[in-house]
């Protein structure tokens, strides 16, 4: 429970009173890199982004039945909670029995979301921020969000849809054919905004990133050379677990080059025809294959093993690191593992 208060907070060090009003000017108009008292930046941002403050029935209140009262669908107020905790709870169904947690957070503040502090402050708007503890649960609310309809789907009328997608069929059609068809009308549009218009219209693109990214394969696996020339070049292309490994033999005016690991040699350095070069900005790098960090996994070994490939500094082979050409040896892996945390 520390990692969860460290992590996400949903406790208000500042409660506003009645006579609170939105500063002048708005946090929202400061870069987190301009500030000086950040606790205070911290504490006006909250207050002022970070508040559930108004129900209405144009935005979250809703009635489940026309026999009870409106309710707010993200749950505010919120009851006040003393001390994190995790809550268990036995469901059983008609042949199945399973375990729901729900994780309720330490809470001063009814209308305040969970949030985490670092994020905001960067981000400097409304941030929703939960830890998940029950798979089950995030599955189902992916898959809501997945399966919402749009706006202009939900007005249309449903009898309507079914009916011209019924009149296009063959009599020896099946009638999956047409609830298919009438899916495709429901489900295959979706309804774009204004803003997502404008930059169609204006070819501009619709997303950006100021981040570059890097792929590297951590199983060794390299690409095809499809830019030789001669007979004699290389089909494949040199891998980055080589280039790492071999990077002390580089002539190169860089120094400090041994005491990178992998994961800081590839975000910092490339290779320009031939000769190293220092990238004018880190890249963030991704890596595959994605092993599950899960003890009890049956590729918990292959887990480790690839966690010390990435961090831990090695030359020349990263069985030489391991100290053992046994790389299937769990217990070996583990050691090292262990010993390099």
């Not at 205070?40 to 970070?50: G, I, M, P, W």
Request: hydrophobic letters at 35%; aromatic letters at 8%.
């Amino acid at each position: 429970m520390v990692y969860v208060d460290w992590l996400v907070t949903t406790f208000n060090e500042e409660l506003p009173d009645e006579n609170w009003r939105i500063p002048d000017p708005h946090p929202s108009a400061f870069s987190a890199t301009t500030l000086d008292n950040r606790d205070n930046d911290y504490h006006r941002l909250v207050n002022t982004v970070e508040r559930h403050t108004r129900c209405s029935p144009a935005y979250c209140l809703k009635q489940k039945r026309v026999d009870l009262l409106a309710e707010c669908i993200f749950g505010f107020p919120k009851p006040l909670q003393e001390e994190t905790e995790l809550s268990l709870e036995l469901v059983v169904g008609k042949n199945t029995k399973s375990v729901e947690s729900e994780l309720h957070t330490k809470r001063n503040d009814q209308r305040l979301n969970s949030h985490n502090r670092v994020m905001l402050e960067n981000w400097r708007a409304n941030v929703d921020f939960q830890v998940i503890v029950d798979e089950k649960a995030c599955a189902r609310y992916m898959a809501k969000y997945a399966a919402k309809g749009e706006p202009r789907s939900k007005s249309e009328n449903k009898s309507e849809i079914l009916k011209l997608s019924v009149s296009s069929l063959q009599n020896d059609d099946q009638v999956s054919s047409a609830f298919k068809k009438a899916m495709i009308q429901v489900a295959g549009d979706r309804d774009m905004a204004a803003q997502e218009t404008a930059h169609m219209l204006l070819s501009l693109p619709l997303v950006g990133c100021t981040f570059s990214f890097v792929i590297i394969s951590l199983d060794n696996s390299r690409k095809v050379n499809i830019d030789a020339e001669n007979e004699s070049d290389e089909v494949l292309q040199t891998s980055a677990l080589q280039e790492y490994a071999e990077r002390t033999k580089l002539k190169s005016r860089y120094t400090g080059l041994s005491q990178l690991n992998l994961m800081q040699y590839v975000s910092q350095y490339t290779k320009v025809r031939g000769e190293l070069t220092k990238r004018a900005n880190p890249y963030i790098v991704r890596t595959f294959p994605k092993i599950s960090a899960n003890p009890a996994g049956p590729d918990f070994g292959k887990y480790c093993k690839y966690q010390l490939i990435k961090f831990k500094p090695w030359e020349g082979h990263y069985r030489q690191m391991l100290g053992t050409t046994r790389m299937k040896v769990i217990k070996c892996l583990l050691m090292h593992m262990n010993f390099f945390l």
